[in-house]
């Protein structure tokens, strides 16, 4: 029997993207074709950002950059500079993965549940998990040890036995924070105390 081989997908990267995550996303199967020149897009102002500062393209580089998206089978993010004529620029788009969680609206708004209503949008939603969990955890800790007294201490350099000077323990027992923080594994008086000596041997 012939040997038939597969149709390739071309995706195109449509806001600045980090090299190795192009790496894995190139990685995941030979029939990609992934299509990202960062030259054609946005300029980031900082890490992670999706959507940039507009970027001033030659007549040469902005058709360039409308044949991608006419060929383009799945499209990583929105193109924010072209977003209203994504339908008809588009044609064959059939996955659009965003990079925001909340979409729904923009996705109703620009009509593309009508217009493009045989293209799957999904959403970033979850990525951030684990730091958004951190930063939870964190601000707990940092109400639980009173981060700002701690900080005060250290900026006035005063070396105090703050346990003490506020009845720390009497205070918290027994509050929401304190059966919280219980959960986590810090619910040992003696442990506490080691772990919140002066701020001035930080």
Same mark, same amino acid.
């Given at each position: 029997?012939?040997?038939?081989?597969?149709?390739? /997908?071309? @995706?195109?990267?449509?806001?600045?993207?980090?090299?190795?995550?192009?790496?894995?996303?190139?990685?995941?199967?030979?029939?990609?074709?992934?299509?990202?020149?960062?030259?054609?897009?946005?300029?980031?102002?900082?890490?992670?950002?999706?959507? *940039?500062?507009?970027?001033?393209?030659?007549?040469?580089?902005?058709?360039?950059?409308?044949?991608? /998206?006419?060929?383009?089978?799945?499209? =990583?993010?929105?193109?924010?500079?072209?977003?209203?004529? #994504?339908?008809?620029?588009?044609?064959? /788009?059939?996955?659009?993965?965003?990079?925001?969680? *909340?979409?729904?609206?923009? @996705?109703?708004?620009?009509?593309?549940?009508?217009?493009?209503?045989?293209? /799957? =949008?999904?959403?970033?939603?979850?990525?951030?998990?684990?730091?958004?969990?951190?930063?939870?955890?964190?601000?707990?800790?940092?109400?639980?040890?009173? #981060?700002?007294?701690?900080?005060?201490?250290?900026?006035?350099?005063?070396?105090?036995?703050?346990?003490?000077?506020? *009845?720390?323990?009497?205070?918290?027992?027994?509050?929401?924070?304190?059966?919280?923080?219980?959960?986590?594994?810090?619910?040992?008086?003696?442990?506490?105390?080691?772990?919140?000596?002066?701020?001035?041997?930080?």
């Amino acid at each position: 029997m012939p040997t038939t081989h597969p149709t390739p /997908l071309n @995706v195109l990267i449509a806001s600045y993207l980090e090299p190795e995550y192009i790496a894995q996303i190139r990685a995941v199967d030979d029939r990609l074709n992934v299509i990202y020149e960062p030259e054609l897009l946005p300029v980031p102002r900082y890490l992670c950002d999706h959507i *940039g500062a507009p970027r001033e393209l030659t007549p040469a580089q902005e058709q360039a950059w409308r044949e991608h /998206l006419r060929s383009a089978d799945i499209q =990583f993010d929105f193109d924010y500079v072209r977003r209203t004529e #994504l339908p008809e620029l588009a044609p064959n /788009l059939r996955w659009l993965q965003a990079t925001s969680a *909340g979409i729904g609206q923009l @996705v109703k708004t620009l009509g593309y549940d009508q217009s493009m209503a045989n293209t /799957l =949008f999904t959403t970033a939603s979850g990525v951030h998990a684990i730091p958004l969990a951190e930063w939870c955890v964190m601000s707990i800790l940092n109400h639980y040890r009173n #981060l700002p007294l701690l900080l005060a201490d250290q900026r006035a350099h005063r070396s105090l036995d703050y346990v003490k000077r506020l *009845g720390w323990w009497s205070s918290v027992r027994g509050c929401r924070t304190h059966r919280s923080i219980r959960s986590i594994g810090c619910s040992r008086p003696a442990s506490w105390k080691r772990c919140c000596r002066s701020p001035m041997s930080w």
